[in-house]
């Protein structure tokens, strides 16, 4: 397979050192459509991904995979009749039930993930589970019903937490049947947020941990999309999806025993998705409308004492070779930049996107002439890195195609969480129209 071109406003355009991509046939078939959402590396250096799949009774279902450590650094495609293969995949859920995984966290040989399963009754609870990173063995799963009889809820995010613990958090209270999506899927659409955390005892015994240690719960929130340990370990930062039509923005920040310490709602920044903290502050990845009625990606600094310091937007690439070649000749109000994670990387940010179209078929008819011959109607993966004040560094937008694609056929692509690697890489999950993978960038 060969990368297409990518742009760049820069001349120091990281170089892509791997890209490992996947269809369906390595998760039970070509129409499973296998989205991450999420990813990590472990101790051992293999990647995780995580997200949901279609089953055979079309509903969703939960999975986890690992990619070796041992895979050459270079283009690869993880098929059993290929030369490389995963590890393991592990698929949760049942059939005609709604189950998925939306985060993972590793630490001393296992793997903890939470997301949500459908229970026997019909009503979605939130799921969290322990794997042998090794084997891909179900050490322990637990689900955790709503308080509230009949309501629904799901982790959103989970992290490893510097004492050896593990911290979750996402929405429960919700209304059945109004869980409409998490990550890139969307947000929820009523509940309240809530955080719970685990003790190393806890998590590491070999029986489910019931009840957490201690757990707090935010009214006027609706979920907790992401969090972060700050960096002395006395607290956290969480991002919030806010209550109400606005969806405003919202950040808090909790002790390190769940004390709300201060709420700041960010208004200037648009749908939140992830936060990311660094010696500078806390930074915000995002996106929101723009003049034209497009979406721009939004990134936003606050200040360790919880003030809002700075906005700004990104979008609308242009330039590019080949396959890129006119995609500044579209128009603008019709593209969509959506961004969906964080991380700090060098000295600056990066942030995870997508750049491209949605359905042109919904749009008026003028419209619609327009948004077909847009040669963005296939969505790229979009990276932005900026400096610790907001400016640009570099961006860049990629897609892929296999070698022996003689119709040329760009699949779409887009970033869907991003991470820097134990070595200083730079990681992307990246979603596929036939499947997904992981690139990673030095």
Sequence with gaps: MTALSSYTLASDLPREKSFFVMDGSCCGGEETDPHAVHGIETETGAFILAGKMIDQSRMEDGFIIKIPSSLPDEKIFLHEEEEFNLDWFVKFGNVNKRDGINAVASSR??????????????????????????????????????????????????????????????????????????????????????????????????????????????KGALSIKHLAEVLDGRGFVLAAHADGESAEATVLKISATGELEWKLNVREHGELTAIAVTPKGYFLSGHKKDRSGGIDASISMISKAGRFVWNKTFGNPSGGESMFLGLDSGDSKLIYDEC??????????????????????????????????????????????????????????????????????????????????????????????????IEVLR
């Design 340 to 437: 969906w994670g964080i991380t700090q990387f060098g000295n600056g940010l990066v942030l995870a996107c997508g750049t491209g179209i949605e359905e042109c078929v919904e749009m008026s008819d003028s419209l619609r002439l327009i948004c077909e011959s847009d040669p963005r109607t296939t969505w790229r993966s979009y990276l932005i890195h900026v400096d610790f004040s907001g400016n640009l560094v570099w961006q860049r937008a990629s897609s892929f195609m296999f070698d022996d694609d003689e119709d040329d056929d760009v699949p779409s692509t887009a970033s869907e969480w991003v991470f820097t690697t134990a070595n200083g890489d730079l990681a992307s999950v990246v979603d596929l129209s036939f499947g997904m993978g």
């Design 109 to 218: 040989g296992s793997i903890f993930a939470g997301g949500y399963a459908e229970n026997q009754r019909g009503v979605i609870d939130g799921y969290l589970v322990r794997l042998d990173e090794r084997s891909g063995n179900i050490i322990w799963d637990h689900s955790f019903p709503s308080k509230n009889k009949n309501r629904e809820g799901a982790i959103e995010t989970i992290i490893q937490t510097s004492d050896n613990g593990i911290l979750i958090a996402g929405v429960r209270n919700s209304k059945k049947g109004t869980l409409e999506g998490f990550k890139s899927y969307g947000n929820p659409v009523s509940g309240d947020a809530y955080v719970m955390y685990f003790s190393e005892k806890q998590i590491y015994s070999e029986i489910a941990p019931k009840n957490p240690t201690w757990e707090v719960e935010f």
